[in-house]
C-alpha cells in the first residue's frame, strides 16, 4: 500500500524549547514540491497548501491538513493531524528549529510513518 502524506505535514521535535507561535508561517518542503501556510483554524493549526509544483500527484493547492497538536514540556509540538482530502487521520510531531522544521507522520498504529524536511520561507 503507497501512501503518501498529504500537504505536507509530518512533524518532529527537538531538545530546544519553542513557542506556539514559530510555527505559524510559509513552508516550503524539502524536495521542492510544496509550499504551505501554517495558521490557526478555529481551535486548530491548518497547513494549507499554497503552491504545488506541476505533476506532482495525489496534492493540489488548497488542500489542508487540520492538526490538534500542543507544545510539550520538552518544545516539542505533538497530537494528531486529519486530511480531509483522504479522509486519515495521522498521529503527528513538530520540530521548529529557527528556519527549520521536521514533521514526522505516522498511520496504522504508529507503523508505517514519514518525515519531512521544510524550510521557512518569507
Excluded: H
Excluded at 3 to 23: K, N
Excluded at 44 to 50: E, F, G, L, V, W
Excluded at 52 to 68: A, R, W, Y
Amino acid at each position: 500500500m503507497k501512501w503518501i502524506l498529504p500537504v505536507s505535514v509530518i512533524l518532529c521535535f527537538g531538545s530546544t524549547p519553542v513557542t506556539a507561535q514559530e510555527i505559524f508561517g510559509n513552508w516550503s518542503r524539502g524536495d521542492g514540491n510544496a509550499r504551505v501556510a501554517i495558521d490557526q483554524c478555529g481551535s486548530n493549526i491548518c497547513a494549507t497548501n499554497t503552491w504545488i509544483k506541476p505533476g506532482t500527484p495525489k496534492e493540489k493547492t488548497g488542500d489542508k491538513l487540520v492538526m490538534t497538536i500542543s507544545l510539550t514540556a520538552d518544545g516539542q509540538y505533538s497530537g494528531t493531524a486529519f486530511d480531509p482530502q483522504r479522509d486519515l487521520t495521522y498521529k503527528i510531531s513538530v520540530d521548529v528549529k529557527g528556519n527549520s522544521m521536521t514533521t514526522k507522520g505516522c498511520v496504522l498504529a504508529g507503523l508505517l510513518c514519514k518525515g519531512v524536511q521544510w524550510q521557512r520561507i518569507e
